[in-house]
């Protein structure tokens, strides 16, 4: 399952929805024999690299947690773009964090995969919104 190879131009384009980048991410985590050169679905790799930080990180990062993958899946989610937002924008987005960290078992779950990082007062606060740590 793998979406059609993008355009380089079209990596960042607004046409690409946050389920689009979603899909794509949870595909490239689950091609085991994957190179990235070349590959049709690096891009939502990419794009996460290229967004680490921003609303639509948040909103994608949300939205693959939603499409419920595997194990596998969500252990990068958590390392990778999860720990990054939390490190490079963590005050601007921790009080959302601990919302849906509240609101969502997945989501707190999630947070006990993501390694110290940010502010001392924002990782003690997602300390406080995680599950166990895994």
Avoid: N
Wanted: proline share 10%; aromatic share 10%.
């Amino acid at each position: 399952m793998t979406a059609p190879e993008p355009d380089p131009d079209e990596i960042d384009s607004p046409s690409r929805s946050i389920e689009e980048w979603a899909s794509a991410y949870i595909a490239f985590q689950l091609d085991a024999g994957r190179p990235t050169d070349g590959h049709p679905d690096w891009w939502a790799v990419e794009k996460f690299m290229d967004a680490s930080g921003t609303e639509e990180c948040w909103e994608a990062i949300l939205m693959v947690l939603s499409k419920e993958p595997p194990d596998t899946v969500l252990g990068v989610l958590a390392a990778g773009p999860l720990e990054d937002l939390i490190h490079f924008t963590g005050p601007q987005f921790i009080d959302r964090i601990e919302t849906e960290a509240r609101r969502s078992p997945a989501f707190r779950d999630l947070l006990g995969g993501v390694w110290k990082s940010g502010t001392p007062d924002v990782w003690a606060r997602v300390e406080s919104a995680r599950g166990e740590p895994w």
